[in-house]
């Protein structure tokens, strides 16, 4: 069964620092992109960063030069470091990839991690 399964949520204080990990498994020939989503309490989910299998990035405005988002092909894992942490970081974070298995292409989405940043 082709699923992503993330980790690494948690409460942390403004200022300070996780990381997300996200894995995929099953039998899959490929991932491309892998991206981070987030949503807020009562708000839309949103685009935080993007990978390309060849490594390239893209951040919303919100997260830049804060969070890094990463990937290892061999393990099929996608990260992200957020660091200096803002309460408006806080919501449900969701791992995002287009993953190929024999059956083609699908969009796949994780379960969500939660992310809560105190003031």
């Known amino acids: 069964q082709v699923q992503l399964v993330e980790s690494g949520g948690g409460l942390v204080q403004a200022g300070g620092s996780l990381r997300l990990s996200c894995a995929a498994s099953?039998?899959?020939?490929?991932?491309?992109?892998m991206r981070w989503y987030r949503q807020a309490p009562g708000k839309e989910r949103e685009l935080v960063a993007s990978?390309?299998?060849?490594?390239?990035?893209n951040y919303a405005d919100s997260v830049m030069g804060r969070f890094t988002i990463s990937r290892n092909n061999a393990k099929d894992t996608l990260y992200l470091q957020m660091n200096n942490l803002k309460p408006e970081d806080t919501g449900l974070y969701y791992c995002?990839?287009?993953?190929?298995?024999?059956?083609?292409?699908?969009?796949?989405w994780g379960q969500g991690t939660r992310v809560t940043v105190s003031s």
């Open positions: 995002n990839a287009v993953l190929t298995s024999w059956k083609g292409p699908k969009n796949y």
């Open positions: 099953g039998s899959i020939f490929s991932i491309d992109p």
């Open positions: 990978i390309t299998n060849s490594g390239i990035t």
